[in-house]
């Protein structure tokens, strides 16, 4: 899932500030489960808002990253001057391809791929290499949860399990090791794996998937 967390009010506030009637709409997908875009958020910080001075109330779209979602609301996001969205970075911006004649002011900073471990607590899983070579790490990815995205680690500064750049991480290393030696494969991370080919992450840029067989 996409994880992210609510934009600081005062920031909101200050970006909304020259206008008055604001739909604020949330997300009922991967922000409804970090709890920083769904239904209740949407009507909190509708709520909040209206405190300030602003005419704002809320409607939540199951999932504003596709447009037929998004569409069925034209009626509702175009009666308001300007919309607030608490989706993620996605669905502002193809909410924002449907309405281009909108504002439309994020409420949610995207912070990345991850995964509820305890109520409270989401962790980064995946960087989108666009290659996935996880299994060769036990399913621990190196690439996003060692600090330095080391394919042939560990770097030889951890202490105690922990990452030596950031000490209350563990080393994903560690980790890999110990996940490794438990499915008795530890022979396997003797290999030596040459760079990675990062043509397929996102530092070329923008990405896009095109399936032949379903596409119209
Ligand atoms: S190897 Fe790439 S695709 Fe696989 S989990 Fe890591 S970042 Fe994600
Ligand atoms: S201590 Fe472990 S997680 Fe941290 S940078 Fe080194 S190998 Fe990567």
């Known amino acids: 899932m996409i994880v992210g967390e609510r934009k600081p009010l005062s920031i909101v506030i200050e970006n909304l500030s020259p206008w008055r009637k604001i739909l604020v709409l949330g997300c009922g997908t991967c922000v409804t489960v970090c709890m920083s875009g769904g239904e209740k958020e949407a009507?909190?910080?509708?709520?909040?808002?209206?405190?300030?001075?602003?005419?704002?109330?809320?409607l939540t779209i199951?999932?504003?990253?596709?447009?037929?979602f998004n569409r069925k609301f034209a009626e509702e996001i175009n009666r308001e001057e300007v919309v607030l969205s608490l989706a993620c970075g996605i669905g502002v911006q193809i909410l924002s391809d449907l309405f281009p004649q909108k504002p439309i002011f994020p409420g949610v900073n995207t912070t990345?791929?991850?995964?509820?471990?305890?109520?409270?607590?989401?962790?980064?899983?995946?960087?989108?290499?666009g290659d996935c070579i996880v299994h060769l790490f036990g399913n621990i990815c190196p690439?996003?949860?060692?600090?330095?995205?080391?394919?042939?680690g560990p770097c030889g500064g951890s202490q105690k399990g922990k990452c030596e750049?950031?000490?209350?991480?563990?080393?994903?290393?560690q980790l890999i090791y110990d996940r490794m030696r438990e499915q008795g494969r530890l022979e396997e991370l003797l290999r030596i794996h040459p760079p990675k080919d990062w043509s397929s992450?996102?530092?070329?840029?923008?990405r896009k998937m095109l399936r032949e067989d379903v596409y119209l």
């Open 201 to 206: 992450s996102r530092y070329g840029g923008q």
């Open 112 to 129: 990345f791929m991850g995964a509820p471990i305890v109520q409270g607590l989401w962790e980064e899983r995946c960087s989108g290499c």
């Open 43 to 58: 009507q909190e910080v509708a709520a909040i808002l209206r405190l300030r001075g602003f005419q704002a109330r809320a």
């Open 143 to 152: 690439v996003t949860r060692c600090a330095k995205s080391l394919l042939n």
């Open 165 to 173: 750049v950031k000490p209350e991480r563990d080393c994903a290393w």
């Open 62 to 68: 199951e999932r504003q990253c596709e447009m037929e």
